[in-house]
């Protein structure tokens, strides 16, 4: 069996909202005699979980609540939520950045943590200096730094600026700097809070190798916290979910994500459109579906998406078409697909319709689809504009390592050979 590393156990943590304190002198008092007494504190029986979208009826917020899991050695564990759900807040508490209300860790070996950006970085500073104060808040020693700091200085790419001071670095470079020190800390346990967000490409490719180097090689364990769901699924074996500060699954990545991105709606996307008042012929349903005929608006750039459709037609429009038309934000139209009744339709009547658009086809972006029924060149029988939105998102394409640069609107599977 693999050694467990760490062990989370019943951890919660609670804040009050607004300001510091149970509000009054005689609250804080029944707190403090609780806790000499050895009783349960009376204010963590009160408070709402963490749904930062609307608004709560206590002064008292779970952030996390009896989150449970275990991690073993050279495990890279991925944490994935939405904003709100208490990922940072699980990292600050295994950091011993702050401390858990209730429940307890228990770990072997030193933990080393990257939250934040440059965190511990004094501008005045050179980027020399730097590397030596914040490994030192890290717990290296001097020694240790001075063996290593070649290491860190070429894998930062800082090179020409490190005896420059830190002020006049860029995000980036900051980034990579802090990266650089806590990857050659050699801790048993990084922990590493959407770092990578900052860097480019170049730097992203170069750090999540190191980091299944430190798992493969070096047996570290990685906890490894992204929105970047490409980044998840090519750095983690299996990752945990955690939802308004509660813990939902740890599991296989591929299926934890797909369970994210189903219970992550986006508002002002559009899944479904319904209109029950056709007289005439026309759209009375449209639908997006996933495998499992879950209706979604966010899918993942590995996924089939189907869309269903409901049409009334009247044996007079027999001839005509149903087709759609697929746009992204910037307003380009992508493709546009219809089918003629006359080759599948024999009556009139309410017909339904399933179209399927291949997995690993659109890009990363947001869309807009427009349907439409009609006779070419003769009448517009029924158009509804932008009636379904959806969004395709990054979960591995070959193409999220070139960053932000534009590699066009769809990946196109062509049938290449050599000649």
């Known amino acids: 069996m693999s050694e467990v590393i760490l062990k989370i156990e019943n951890i919660s943590k609670q804040y009050r909202l607004g300001q510091i304190g149970t509000g009054t002198i005689s609250n804080d008092l029944n707190r403090w005699w609780a806790k000499i007494r050895g009783k349960e504190d009376p204010f963590l029986k009160i408070g709402e979980s963490n749904d930062r979208s609307t608004k709560g009826n206590s002064d008292y917020v779970w952030a996390l609540q009896d989150i449970n899991f275990e991690v073993n050695r050279g495990e890279v564990l991925g944490i994935i939520g939405k904003n709100g759900a208490g990922k940072s807040t699980l990292l600050k508490i295994l950091s011993r950045v702050t401390s858990p209300t209730t429940g307890s860790i228990k770990t072997r070996g030193r933990i080393a943590s990257l939250l934040e950006v440059g965190t511990g970085f004094h501008p005045e500073m050179t980027g020399r200096e730097n590397i030596y104060l914040n490994g030192a808040i890290l717990g290296m020693t001097k020694k240790e730094i001075k063996s290593k700091i070649d290491e860190i200085i070429e894998f930062s790419g800082c090179e020409r600026y490190i005896d420059t001071p830190v002020k006049r670095y860029s995000s980036g470079m900051t980034v990579r700097l802090a990266f650089a020190v806590a990857a050659h800390l050699d801790p048993e346990i990084l922990v590493v809070d959407e770092v990578l967000a900052v860097g480019d490409a170049e730097f992203q490719k170069k750090a999540i190798g190191k980091m299944q180097n430190m798992s493969r090689e070096g047996g570290r364990t990685v906890l490894f916290v992204s929105h970047n769901m490409a980044s998840i699924q090519k750095l983690c074996a299996n990752s945990v979910l955690l939802d308004n500060g509660k813990f939902v699954l740890k599991g296989k990545t591929s299926d934890v994500i797909e369970l994210y991105l189903q219970s992550k709606q986006y508002e002002g996307y559009k899944g479904l459109y319904i209109n029950n008042l056709i007289e005439e012929s026309g759209i009375a349903a449209i639908e997006l579906v996933d495998k499992n005929n879950i209706n979604r608006t966010e899918f993942g750039f590995d996924e089939a998406i189907t869309i269903k459709i409901k049409a009334k037609i009247l044996e007079k429009h027999l001839n005509a078409s149903l087709g759609f038309r697929v746009v992204d934000r910037k307003e380009q139209v992508i493709f546009t ?63 999220h390592i070139y960053g932000s640069n534009d590699f066009g609107c769809v990946i196109v599977n062509c049938n290449w050979k050599v000649l």
Not at 355 to 381: C, D
């Open 337 to 399: 697909s219809e089918v003629k009744f006359k080759t599948i339709l024999q009556k009139e009547g309410l017909h339904e319709f399933e179209v399927k658009l291949p997995e690993k086809f659109l890009v990363p972006n947001k869309f807009r689809l427009t349907f439409g029924i009609h006779i070419p060149n003769v009448q517009l029988i029924d158009y509804q504009e932008d009636c379904i939105s959806f969004e395709i998102v990054e979960t591995g394409s070959e193409f």
